[in-house]
């Protein structure tokens, strides 16, 4: 049976999605070719998604626009944890612990979804806090998995708390760990009773979605435990991975309550702490002559 013919719309998010997941700015040549469209028609279809916000224009480049980036803002916060929900609680069934979602920002990660078991309810949720990567395991996992350059804010947060970056007990020697082992494990650093156990999100190199932490008490990460904890965390992290992947999710079980959350980057990258913008972690360079359009209780570790 031969395929169907690309619609408008088919041929308007070809070029959205394209431009959104190049590694740096592309061309209108490098885009039609990408998508598979005459040059002539990836330009007129560019045209309209400039003049609509979904694409901004950038010499002769062409970057995610402001209506992406307000999308995105929403996303992070609903479409996010909803779509991640279901990995939280099978996650926290399994293995008896407290999940939580988190995403990354400026200068640390922000937690957007718990599920916790009644047995740890003298834990904090964290729900809606700004956490720092010298503190926690869930941006320590984040920031392991970003590119050095884009690791800069998270340490310079860090280093201006006075928190040792070089060294065998420093922040930098913990980053390097978590980068080849694919895991930040957290004991008692923010809480002595308390443990956790992150991992990173990625659906490309370089540029982690969110993170999912497991948190409990110390004896909870024993050694006899841990290779299993760590099992379940990749598993349950890969799933999530899948599914941001995957074309079109259109249906989920439950939209999470998401509470205290004023600005949250991650999908995208938009909204930071303070509701000012802000551009995602990237190395691709910047532009900033923009043409116009072409004219027509115990806090626990997290």
Same mark, same amino acid.
């Given at each position: 049976?031969?395929? /169907?013919?690309?619609?408008?719309? &088919? ?14 700015? +592309?061309?209108?040549?490098? *885009? ?27 010499? &002769? ?86 590119? +050095? ?15 040792? *970056? ?7 020697? &913990? ?6 082992? =694919? ?11 308390? /443990? ?15 993170? *999912?932490?497991?948190? =409990?008490?110390?004896? &909870? ?6 290779? =299993? ?6 598993? /349950? ?9 995957? +074309? ?7 939209? +999470? ?33 923009? #043409?116009?359009?072409?004219?027509? #209780?115990?806090? =626990?570790?997290?």
């Amino acid at each position: 049976m031969p395929a /169907a013919p690309r619609t408008a719309v &088919d041929k308007a998010l070809d070029l959205i999605e394209a431009v959104a997941r190049a590694s740096r700015p +592309p061309r209108l040549v490098d *885009l039609a070719e990408e998508v598979g469209l005459h040059r002539a028609t990836a330009y007129r279809v560019l045209v309209d998604l400039v003049r609509r916000g979904w694409v901004l224009r950038a010499g &002769d480049r062409y970057l995610p626009g402001t209506a992406v980036l307000q999308l995105s803002s929403s996303a992070a916060r609903n479409s996010l944890g909803a779509l991640a929900r279901p990995v939280l609680a099978a996650l926290s069934e399994r293995t008896g612990m407290m999940v939580n979602l988190q995403v990354p920002e400026v200068d640390r990660s922000r937690v957007i979804d718990v599920v916790r078991p009644d047995r740890l309810a003298m834990i904090s949720s964290l729900t809606g806090q700004a956490l720092p990567v010298h503190r926690f395991a869930g941006p320590l996992a984040l920031v392991a998995a970003l590119s +050095p350059a884009d690791r800069v804010p998270y340490l310079r947060a860090a280093e201006e708390s006075g928190y040792p *970056l070089e060294g065998p007990d420093g922040l930098l020697a &913990d980053i390097e760990d978590a980068e080849r082992t =694919g895991f930040a494990v957290e004991y008692g650093r923010n809480e002595q009773p308390v /443990a956790s156990l992150a991992r990173a999100v990625v659906t490309r190199p370089g540029a982690p979605v969110c993170a *999912l932490t497991l948190v =409990g008490l110390g004896p &909870d990460f024993g050694e006899a435990r841990l290779p =299993g904890l760590r099992e379940r965390l990749r598993e /349950a992290t890969e799933e999530l991975a899948r599914i941001l992947s995957g +074309p079109g999710t259109s249906e989920v079980t439950e939209v +999470p309550q998401v509470t205290g959350v004023t600005g949250v980057t991650g999908v995208t990258g938009v909204t930071g702490v303070t509701g000012q913008a802000s551009p995602p972690p990237t190395s691709a360079p910047v532009f900033p002559s923009v #043409s116009p359009p072409p004219s027509p #209780s115990t806090e =626990g570790p997290a």
